[in-house]
Antibody, heavy 117, light 110 residues
Framework: EVQLVESGGGLVQPGGSLRLSCAAS????????MHWVRQAPGKGLVWVSR????????SYADSVKGRFTISRDNAKNTLYLQMNSLRAEDTAVYYC??????????WGQGTLVTVSS | QSALTQPASVSGSPGQSITISCTGT?????????VSWYQQHPGKAPKLIVY???KRPSAISNRFSGSKSGNTASLTISGLQAEDEADYYC??????????FGGGTKLTVL
């Protein structure tokens, strides 16, 4: 059974940092491109970032470029999102999702990040 | 990259059919047959119900079907059931962006 389990969310002050993790199991993690998608409270889904299967290529939404860094450890089957210079508008549930090149086929349960003083 | 356009809400009675539209541009929906639809119940993660415009994962009921014409994709749910009440999101590959979602549609089963 495929499982994606996010962790690392919480309350952080504006300007602060947080690192999210996503532990994967039940599939060959190292073969998949992985993504982060976020959802602000009461709002829709927004793509945030992606990383290719070996970690050599990354891409970011304009809203987080220069502040967020996606990475992965294929030996640990884990995806990361380092979030720096956090703003109130970054408040959201962050989902990790696997992508088979055609669609987001599996999603984690999400982890809530709240940016507030 | 702007979000794809979906109606904010749709409703239907049990047994009826409804259709949710998803309008993009020639840079996303119109250029790629990589349109997906996701169902999200309150407090839950999104769940894939249609991919590649019209294909369904094996565990998804054939009451869910997808199509596309030009820059607009559509999701049709036939034989509405109470458990279909949820939020629905479309998503398209967009090349350099690279993925864009719709704003979501709340389906109410009357």
């Amino acid at each position: 059974e495929v499982q994606l389990v996010e962790s690392g969310g919480g309350l952080v002050q504006p300007g602060g940092s947080l690192r999210l993790s996503c532990a994967a199991s039940g599939f060959t993690f190292s073969n998949y491109w992985m993504h982060w998608v976020r959802q602000a409270p009461g709002k829709g889904l927004v793509w945030v970032s992606r990383i290719n299967s070996d970690g050599s290529s990354t891409s970011y939404a304009d809203s987080v470029k220069g502040r967020f860094t996606i990475s992965r450890d294929n030996a640990k089957n884990t995806l990361y999102l380092q979030m720096n210079s956090l703003r109130a508008e970054d408040t959201a549930v962050y989902y990790c999702a696997s992508n088979n090149g055609r669609t987001f086929d599996y999603w984690g349960q999400g982890t809530l990040v709240t940016v507030s003083s | 990259q702007s979000a794809l356009t979906q109606p904010a809400s749709v409703s239907g009675s049990p047994g009826q059919s409804i259709t949710i539209s998803c309008t993009g541009t020639s840079s996303d929906v119109g250029s790629y047959n990589l349109v997906s639809w996701y169902q999200q119940h309150p407090g839950k993660a999104p769940k894939l119900i249609v991919y590649d415009v019209s294909k369904r994962p094996s565990a998804i009921s054939n009451r869910f079907s997808g199509s596309k014409s030009g820059n607009t994709a559509s999701l049709t749910i036939s034989g509405l059931q109470a458990e279909d009440e949820a939020d629905y999101y479309c998503c398209s590959y967009a090349g350099s962006s690279p993925w864009v979602f719709g704003g979501g549609t709340k389906l109410t089963v009357l």
